[in-house]
């Protein structure tokens, strides 16, 4: 039967896939097993889990899958110290087993070894790239944000510009209004000025008892 489940994760699946894979990683195995034993209790395909864990659960569990790395370590050199007594043993109780023998086995082993290996490479290598890829978007992205933030900054400088010089002109307009208005002020304060002293020459007369005007003096 297909597995087609599209309902989203939860806590316990996470915990189940983080769990799993943190597992097989100590035991030497390799995150394709993990992601298909989880599948197969979760009825989800071994990529869905593989997108799972890359994506949201890996980041939350660095520090776990480095100790689980180093326990794997552990456990295959206290393999090969076992491995290392067992064959002293054996060689002490049995005939020596052909030397091309040992060496085809010994091949096998180290051929298996590299193979677990190269593919845990390979993953890292590919969750290093996508870690890359997401930066370099992330990237992207706040350029953009800042070129945006950029251009809105330069429309308003312009739009500024533009208001400082129409206040500028109102300025000058305003100055020469005023400079107007002072020198009309000047004039009418000369034409007041004018008129009192022309009051003031103008001579004064009285008519005398015989119908004669007299000037009088100021």
């Known amino acids: 039967m297909a597995k087609v489940r599209q309902d989203a994760w939860s806590q316990e699946d996470d915990l189940l896939l983080a769990e799993t894979v943190l597992r097989h990683i100590r035991q030497g195995s390799t995150q394709l097993n993990a992601f298909e034993e989880v599948?197969?209790?979760l009825n989800r395909t071994s990529a869905a889990c593989g997108f799972r864990w890359n994506a949201e659960i890996r980041q939350n569990y660095e520090q776990a899958v480095a100790i689980a790395k180093r326990q794997r370590k552990q456990n295959k050199r206290e393999q090969l110290r076992q491995h290392k007594k067992s064959d002293t043993a054996t060689q002490l109780y049995q005939p020596q087993e052909p030397v091309k023998q040992k060496q085809?086995?010994?091949?096998?082993?180290k051929q298996l070894e590299q193979q677990s290996i190269d593919l845990e490479q390979v993953i890292d290598y590919l969750i290093g790239l996508k870690q890359k890829n997401d930066q370099s978007h992330q990237q992207m992205?706040?350029?953009?944000?800042?070129?945006?933030?950029h251009q809105q900054l330069l429309n308003e400088n312009a739009l500024l510009n533009k208001q400082v010089k129409s206040l500028e002109k109102q300025v000058e307009t305003i100055q020469e209004d005023?400079?107007?208005?002072?020198?009309?002020m000047d004039r009418a304060r000369k034409m007041?000025?004018?008129?009192?002293?022309?009051?003031?020459?103008?001579?004064?007369?009285?008519?005398?008892?015989?119908?004669?005007?007299e000037q009088v003096a100021r």
Not at 141 to 149: G, I, R
Not at 206 to 212: F, S, W, Y
């Open 104 to 109: 085809k086995s010994s091949q096998t082993s």
């Open 39 to 41: 599948g197969d209790k």
């Open 178 to 184: 005023y400079q107007a208005f002072l020198q009309i």
């Open 141 to 149: 992205a706040d350029y953009s944000k800042l070129e945006s933030e």
């Open 192 to 213: 007041v000025v004018f008129e009192d002293d022309d009051e003031k020459k103008l001579p004064t007369f009285v008519m005398d008892k015989n119908g004669n005007l």
